[in-house]
C-alpha cells in the first residue's frame, strides 16, 4: 500500500528538542521531505534528504534516515511556541511518477 | 512576490454548483501539481502538469474534476455538480526538475466548503 506513517501528536516544553518520526513505503524513493504546515495555511518546505544520505543538518534542524528501515526522524533543537504546527514527512517514489505521497502529519505543541 | 498563489482563498459554495479554483505556480517552474487534503490529513495527490501536458491524474480524480493548464502557465481546477464530500482544502504546487530533485512549493491553498 501507500501508507507514509506518523506518530499523529507530539507534545514539548520550549527549549526541549523535538523528534518526529516518520516510516516510508519504498525504499526507492530518491528524495525525502519535511514540510510544516501552520493552521489554514500551506505547505512550508522546512528541508529534504537525498536517499544515499544517512544525516542532513540545517541549523535547528536534523534529518536522519534509516533505509533499511525505512525510517525517516526530524529532529527540531531548541524548540520554541513558533514551531507548534503539524510536520509532513513526504516520498517519491520512484518509477516516473512525480507525485508526493504524504504521511498524516504531526501535530507539533510546544509548551511555554 | 515570487511564491505559488491560489485564488480564491476561501470558496463556500451549495451542492450542485460548479466552482473553479487558478493556481499561479512560480514564473519558471515547468511543472505544477493539485493536491486534496481534508481534515486531520496529509495531502493527497490529484494530477499534474508538465508545461500544458496534463501527465498524470489520480483515481481520486473523478469525471466531476477537470484540470487545465492551458498556456503551460497558470491552471485550474473545476468541481462539476459538488457534492459535500469534495470540502477539503485544494493545494497547488510547482516545481522545477532539477536532476533527481524535483522540489515542489505549495501555495496557500483554497478551502472548499459545500453546503
Known amino acids: 500500500g501507500e501508507d507514509v506513517e506518523q506518530s499523529l501528536f507530539l507534545s514539548v516544553r520550549e527549549g526541549d528538542s523535538s523528534v518526529i518520526n516518520c516510516t516510508y513505503t519504498d525504499s526507492s524513493s530518491t528524495y525525502l521531505y519535511w514540510y510544516k504546515q501552520e493552521p489554514g495555511a500551506g505547505l512550508q518546505l522546512l528541508t529534504y534528504?537525498?536517499?544515499?544520505?544517512d544525516m542532513k543538518q540545517d541549523q535547528r534542524l536534523t534529518v536522519l534516515l534509516n533505509k533499511k528501515d525505512k525510517h525517516l526522524s526530524l529532529r527540531i533543537a531548541d524548540t520554541q511556541t513558533g514551531d507548534s504546527a503539524i510536520y509532513f514527512c513526504?516520498?517519491?517514489?520512484?518509477?516516473?511518477?512525480?507525485?508526493?505521497?504524504f504521511g498524516t502529519g504531526t501535530r507539533l505543541k510546544v509548551l511555554a | 512576490d515570487t511564491g505559488v498563489s491560489q485564488n480564491p482563498r476561501h470558496k463556500i459554495t451549495k451542492r450542485g454548483q460548479n466552482v473553479t479554483f487558478r493556481c499561479d505556480p512560480i514564473?519558471?517552474?515547468?511543472?505544477l501539481y493539485w493536491y486534496r487534503q481534508t481534515l486531520g490529513q496529509g495531502p493527497e495527490f490529484l494530477t499534474y502538469f508538465q508545461n500544458e501536458a496534463q501527465l498524470e491524474k489520480s483515481r481520486l480524480l473523478s469525471d466531476r474534476f477537470s484540470a487545465e493548464r492551458p498556456k503551460g502557465s497558470f491552471s485550474t481546477l473545476e468541481i462539476q455538480r459538488t457534492e459535500q464530500g469534495d470540502s477539503a482544502m485544494y493545494l497547488c504546487?510547482?516545481?522545477?526538475?532539477?536532476?533527481?530533485?524535483?522540489?515542489?512549493?505549495f501555495g496557500p491553498g483554497t478551502r472548499l466548503l459545500v453546503l
Open positions: 504546487a510547482s516545481s522545477l526538475q532539477e536532476g533527481l530533485r524535483r522540489t515542489q512549493y
Open positions: 513526504a516520498e517519491t517514489p520512484p518509477g516516473g511518477t512525480y507525485k508526493y505521497i
Open positions: 514564473s519558471e517552474h515547468n511543472r
Open positions: 534528504i537525498f536517499s544515499n544520505m
